[in-house]
Structure formats: C-alpha cells, structure tokens
C-alpha cells in the first residue's frame, strides 16, 4: 500500500537504550490511530497506528494501517495505482474481501483472506493494488518492515503463504511471520520477527509463551481486548517493551475478537522514513523520489494496470530530519 498523503512528514526511526525495559511487570503503552484517506472524494480511509509521535517502530515493524470494514459500494475500495518502494517489505493481510496484486518483478496475484503476500522492495520495486469487482466489503491491514542496513539493497521478491490455522483453547491462531503457539512460518524475513492474526473465542484468556527478546504490539481488529491487563479497543495498539516470556490476552466479551500480534527484537539501527521510501539519510531519499518521478529502471514497470503512476509528493523545503522512539519515563 501506498502512503498517499500529500504532505508525508519524513520519520526517522532507532531505539534509544532508555526505551528497554528494567522493570519485571509487564507495561502495555496504549497508541490510538489516526485516519488517513487513501485519495478523492470517495475515498476510503485507513487508520495508522505506526509510526506515530509515540512510537515509531516494534521490531522492525515501521508502518500499520488498519482498514474496513468498508462497503466497496459506498467507499470506492482500493485503488492504488502503481507506486515505489525502497528499503522495506510489504506485508498484505486480508479478513474480507480480495485485491489484485501486479508488481515490477511481473508478478499478478490476489491477496485473500487469510493468505500472506509479503513483497520486497529493497533497492526498489513498483507495484499496484486494486480491490477486484466481485468484492463487497473489504477489510484488512497493511503493514510495513524495515530492512537493515546490509539488506536494504535486496532483490525484488514476492512470497506467498497461507497458514495452517492452530487451534489452542479459547483461541485460533495464524502465523504468518516467525513462530507462535507452536507453529513456524517458512518465509524468509531479515530481521527476527512475529506476525500473527489471533482469534479470541467469547469470554475466552490465553496466555502464549513470546520471545522475551521481542518488543511486542497487539493491534485490535474487533472486540474488546486486555494484553497483560491493559484494555484496548478496536484499532488501538498497544505496546509491550522488552522483557516478556509470557503473553496473556483476554477476551471478556461474549462474542468472538481478533487481533494481529506483531513482534520482533528492538530495530538497532536509525532510518529515515519519508513517502513510501525507507532510507538512512535525506540524499537517500532525494534520490529515490527523482528515480522514481524519471521513471528509471530502479523500480521497474507495472504491466497490465491502466492509467498512469502515482505521482511523488514534493519534497520539503528544509533537509529530512530524524524523529526517535521517546525516552522510557
């Protein structure tokens, strides 16, 4: 998916040491959503839970728009017409409805419920995303990894999986990326990550063994949910620090919630986020933003997608400047 606002603020991206946890009780930092329209009257919007003022990356986990349920017949769906990436992977996850997929490497999928397309778009690639015509309601996330600095070159990928479900008590879960509850996802990732959809049965508390090295983010997609004893409601986020070998969630409704769990160990490294380009410094991404506006090689050609590429917003008059992680209070 593409950033459409007209205005992107760049965002610089590292951990401080301050942010690791000390303490051993689980702390769970709540981050609200803002909405974010996708382009046009009749567009659809998209709620953006990372990166945000207080906080900008979990793991490598760097951008989070939750959508839908939306009528496709009221908002117009997805259309996104071709666009680039530099330094980062794509992760498309569907809980309704279908998207057709075309990217520079030739590749024309669709992305359906429950299946994993994670793209990777290291020194550069273009792709599109359109919501098909026989989709009524579309509903999903869209989510964004930053690769490190020896990856951040890679070749343009495309990997899809479809997980098997794994049925634990009070809870389905799909492992999309890493390992959860036993099972392991055979895709390739370059830093250690977590990526889950978990399905909380009515009135139902699970407690999940997690990698204390992972900071961890539990985005809600329905329901009511608690993460260590923190309430959180749809489209909220919240945030787990370092230092956690265990994970409880809870759902004390009386009708199933979902979630995705992402997670991953603390990002080392600064990087500069500006539009749909990651990089380390303002040069990076002055010159991808021109590569991409003269239709270089570096991002290839979209075939099969009518009408024309999306174009890059302009750049700000002052040098692209870093925005951290707060200091842990």
Known sequence: MSNVEAEPVEIRCGESVDDRR???????????????????????SVRRTLPQRDRTLIGAWCFA???????????????????????????????????????????HTLVRPGELN??????????SEVSTPRTTVLHGVQLWVALPDEHRGAERDLRHHV????????AEIRVFLGSLAG????????????GAEITLRPRATVTLAV????????????GDIRMAGTPLGPAELGYLHPGAEALTLANAS?????????????FEEEILMWW??????HEDIVRARQEWEAASDRFGVVEGCPGGRLPAPALPNATLMPRRNPPRR
């Open 183 to 194: 099972d392991v996802s055979p895709v390739r990732t370059f830093t250690p990550l977590l």
């Open 22 to 44: 000390t303490d051993e009780a689980p702390r769970v930092d709540v981050l609200t959503p803002r909405d974010v329209p996708l382009g046009g009257p009749r567009a659809m």
């Open 276 to 281: 749909n380009f990651v990089g380390r410094t």
């Open 254 to 266: 009386d009708v199933p919630a979902r979630a995705i769990l992402l997670g991953g160990t603390p």
């Open 211 to 222: 990698d204390a090295s992972f900071e961890h983010g539990l985005l809600v997609d329905r």
């Open 163 to 170: 997980p098997e479900p794994v049925r634990i008590e009070g």
């Open 65 to 107: 728009d939750h959508y839908g349920p939306d009528e496709v017949d009221r908002t117009g769906g997805m259309e996104i017409p071709p666009h680039p990436h530099t330094g980062l992977q794509t992760v498309s996850w569907l809980f309704s409805g279908e998207v057709e997929h075309r990217d520079s490497l030739g590749s």
């Open 118 to 127: 994670l793209m990777t778009g290291g020194y550069g690639i273009s792709h």
